[in-house]
C-alpha cells in the first residue's frame, strides 16, 4: 500500500507532461494536415503526365509509323 503513496503521483506527473506535449503540439501546428505527407511520395511532379503522354503517343503513331522511325515526343508548355 505505501507504494501508492509513490506510483499515483509519478503517474500524475507522466500524464500531464505527456497532456502537456499534446497540447504543445497542437499549438505549433505539428497535427494540422495529416493526408498530405503520407502521400506526397506518391506523388512524383510531372513524371507521370509525362510517361503516359509518351506511351499514349507511341501507341498512337506506330500504327501509322513506317519500321525504324522514332516517334516525336511532345515537350510540355512552358509558361
Given at each position: 500500500m505505501s507504494v501508492m503513496y509513490?506510483?499515483?503521483?509519478?503517474?500524475?506527473?507522466?500524464?500531464?507532461?505527456?497532456?502537456?506535449?499534446?497540447?504543445?503540439a497542437?499549438?505549433?501546428?505539428?497535427?494540422d494536415d495529416l493526408e498530405?505527407?503520407?502521400?506526397r511520395?506518391?506523388?512524383?511532379?510531372?513524371a507521370?503526365?509525362?510517361?503516359?503522354n509518351r506511351a499514349t503517343q507511341a501507341d498512337?503513331?506506330?500504327s501509322t509509323a513506317s519500321e525504324g522511325s522514332v516517334p516525336s515526343v511532345p515537350q510540355p508548355d512552358q509558361d
Amino acid at each position: 500500500m505505501s507504494v501508492m503513496y509513490i506510483v499515483l503521483p509519478l503517474a500524475l506527473i507522466f500524464a500531464g507532461v505527456f497532456v502537456a506535449a499534446f497540447i504543445w503540439a497542437v499549438r505549433q501546428g505539428q497535427l494540422d494536415d495529416l493526408e498530405t505527407p503520407a502521400a506526397r511520395m506518391l506523388f512524383d511532379d510531372d513524371a507521370p503526365a509525362r510517361a503516359t503522354n509518351r506511351a499514349t503517343q507511341a501507341d498512337s503513331s506506330s500504327s501509322t509509323a513506317s519500321e525504324g522511325s522514332v516517334p516525336s515526343v511532345p515537350q510540355p508548355d512552358q509558361d
